[in-house]
């Protein structure tokens, strides 16, 4: 697993970019992470790297966490992760990491809450048809119809699709294509819609699939340079 950040969502705007197309974008201010703890094979069976994000009073903290952020000598951390890497030898305690650790990659995995809906029917969650609004149907217009069996086998079955809570699930959005990246405000525009709501707060990750598509811009030189040949033929 490659190493992370978290960020905040801030909303949604447009970008045009150098070809005149106006791009769907997401804004995420993404926060600099502190990395508190370097994990070895000999430690713990595995690599991995603990980093903490956002800052946090002291009066939050309870008196474990104050111990565990005073022994390690930095202020205390709201959000702690930790990450799996390959080798260790180039992360030290203390460092610092934030947005340029996503300069070699044009695609990003985004993993956030989803809004919650509450307790929601049929036709809202599972996109049901619902029953006939007319021929004597009465009062259960939005009902699910019919649940299970009689007799047997006498119960309904897991997985059945019902009325329930909705949303308020963790869910990834893969390969996500980076649009613009400003480094000086820790801001990241990322091509289309996260789930989740303003203000929430999300995880970026590098792709874990390998990302065989061309970007926009790239797709845009391309064009260039089958025109220019064109015209050369001619």
Do not use: C
């Amino acid at each position: 697993m490659s190493i992370g950040l978290l960020g905040t969502k801030i909303g949604m705007t447009r970008e045009f970019i150098d070809t005149g197309q106006s791009v769907p974008v997401t804004v995420i201010k993404v926060e600099k992470g502190r990395v508190l703890d370097v994990i070895n094979k000999e430690k713990r069976g595995y690599n991995a790297i603990k980093i903490g994000f956002f800052k946090l009073k002291n009066s939050k903290l309870s008196k474990q966490m104050k111990g565990y952020f005073s022994k390690k000598n930095t202020e205390p951390k709201k959000i702690l992760k930790e990450f799996r890497v390959e080798n260790t030898e180039n992360y030290k305690e203390g460092n610092e990491l934030g947005l340029e650790i996503f300069k070699d990659n044009k695609f990003l995995d985004v993993r956030s809450r989803t809004i919650g809906k509450g307790f929601a029917g049929v036709m809202k969650r599972w996109n049901f048809g619902g029953l006939r609004a007319s021929h004597g149907v009465s009062v259960s217009h939005r009902s699910h119809g019919s649940t299970g069996q009689r007799q047997d086998p006498g119960k309904v079955f897991k997985g059945k699709k019902m009325a329930g809570h909705m949303g308020d699930k963790n869910r990834t959005m893969l390969n996500l294509e980076i649009i613009k990246s400003d480094i000086e405000n820790s801001l990241l525009y990322l091509k289309g819609s996260i789930p989740g709501s303003k203000n929430s707060t999300v995880l970026l990750r590098g792709s874990i699939k390998k990302v065989t598509r061309k970007t926009i811009k790239e797709k845009h030189e391309a064009k260039v340079k089958e025109a220019v040949s064109k015209k050369g033929k001619k």
